[in-house]
């Protein structure tokens, strides 16, 4: 399983960006998919995940109510639209994918490269 992460880029304080994640292999629809992020610095904090038919998501309250965590399961690829940007959602975006759900990074076997979000006037 290979995962790939994309969409990062500089925007503005209040402004929008949505985050893609596409996954080779197989079985893309049995895996919870998680996004994680870290700030320079800073440990890596989990920020949403979604089971694998999308029916179930959770999210960190730091981002509840401004992000969106969605997946495509014909397309083997999760996203992330991140709305109302603050300077402190600066950091390198990691998707990954596990077994089952949880909040904890340990439980994901495998993840992406990461995609950098710079929220900056």
């Known amino acids: 399983v290979q995962l790939q992460a994309s969409g990062g880029g500089l925007v503005q304080p209040g402004g929008s960006l949505r985050l893609s994640c596409a996954v080779s292999?197989?079985?893309?629809?049995?895996?919870?998919m998680g996004w994680f992020r870290q700030a320079p610095g800073q440990q890596r904090e989990f920020i949403a995940r979604?089971?694998?038919?999308?029916?179930?998501?959770y999210y960190a309250d730091s981002v509840l109510g401004r992000f969106t965590i969605s997946r495509d399961n014909a397309k083997n690829t999760v996203y992330l639209e991140m709305n109302s940007l603050k300077s402190e959602d600066t950091a390198v975006y990691y998707c990954?994918?596990?077994?089952?759900?949880?909040?904890?990074?340990?439980?994901?076997?495998?993840w992406g490269q990461g995609t950098l979000v710079t929220v900056s006037s």
């Open positions: 990954a994918a596990g077994a089952r759900a949880s909040s904890w990074s340990g439980i994901y076997g495998y």
């Open positions: 292999g197989r079985s893309f629809s049995s895996y919870t």
């Open positions: 979604i089971s694998g038919s999308g029916g179930n998501t």
